[in-house]
Nanobody, 121 residues
């Protein structure tokens, strides 16, 4: 069982930066690929970034490439999303997610509660 808790969201101006953090409980953090998703009202949840269990591969949505960076610290059971050059369209609830390695995110095993990120224009 893994529990995920996001922190670090808030309000930032266009062009600013924010880092959101996901702390995971449990002793099997290394079994999971980790990801960040986001959702706005009336839209489907979309993947923002994912990272493999050891951090050797990352993937990003085209809309955030070059601006966001996902990383993880397995010693701290933590995954981060550094968001730079934020735009109003980045405003969303951001969710931390965990998926067992090797399944290419066909199933998300655990979700966090979500955290609001708002970018003012």
């Amino acid at each position: 069982q893994v529990q995920l808790a996001e922190s670090g969201g808030g309000l930032v101006q266009t062009g600013g930066s924010l880092r959101v953090t996901c702390a995971a409980s449990g002793r099997t953090f290394e079994w999971y690929e980790m990801g960040w998703f986001r959702q706005t009202p009336g839209k489907e949840r979309e993947v923002v970034a994912t990272i493999t269990w050891n951090g050797d591969r990352t993937k990003y949505a085209d809309s955030v490439k070059g601006r966001f960076r996902i990383s993880r610290d397995n010693a701290k059971n933590t995954v981060y999303l550094q968001m730079n050059r934020l735009k109003p369209e980045d405003t969303a609830v951001y969710y931390c997610a965990a998926a067992l390695s090797g399944r290419s995110w066909s199933t998300v095993d655990y979700w966090g509660q979500g955290i609001q990120v708002a970018v003012s224009s």
